[in-house]
């Protein structure tokens, strides 16, 4: 029997600054992805800019994710999903930035026993606003995660 499936809608993706290495994994809220596991699930597909993330999962019919190809930075890149021949695209735009790079580390040398202010200098960590909507910046030291990240 032949089943009309719904057009998918993209209702909003998260978060919408990544990095432009790729790797990052893209929330994408919507409707009528399909189910998340059938023997006769559309296939799905997620498009950033020209580039197909490196996989696609439907979470269910409203949720889906993608991990997120390599992307050329400072561009913003239309976001589409596609659910077996119907093809959806986000009203906004997802922006690639650029590799961080680190220049300097000020103090040098901290002890083991005690919390240490430590200040990074270098390009592109990200945006400097707390809306969530860039990646998170994580600082490790040796094998020690850091607290307050600002």
């Known amino acids: ?13 998260k978060p919408m600054a990544i990095s432009a290495a790729g790797g990052t994994v893209v929330t994408i809220r919507g409707e009528n992805f399909g189910p998340a596991t059938s023997s ?7 498009v950033l800019g020209t580039s197909s993330c490196t996989s696609s999962t439907v979470l269910n ?7 997120s190809p390599s992307l050329a930075p400072n561009v913003d890149h ?3 999903v596609k659910v077996t021949s ?3 695209t986000a009203n906004d735009t997802l922006t690639a930035l650029p590799i961080p790079t680190l220049n300097h580390i000020s ?4 002890y083991a026993e005690e919390a240490t202010t430590i200040e990074l200098f270098g390009n592109f960590f990200g945006p400097a606003t707390a809306s969530g ?7 490790q030291v040796g094998v020690r995660n850091c607290k ?3």
């Open 40 to 46: 006769t699930s559309p296939s799905v597909e997620v």
């Open 133 to 139: 909507m860039g990646p998170s910046v994580e600082v």
């Open 78 to 80: 239309a976001l589409l």
């Open 148 to 150: 307050n990240v600002t």
């Open 61 to 67: 019919s409203s949720t889906l994710v993608c991990v």
């Open 1 to 13: 029997a032949f089943e009309f499936l719904p057009v998918p809608v993209v209702h909003s993706f």
């Open 107 to 110: 103090p040098s040398y901290g």
């Open 86 to 88: 119907a093809t959806v």
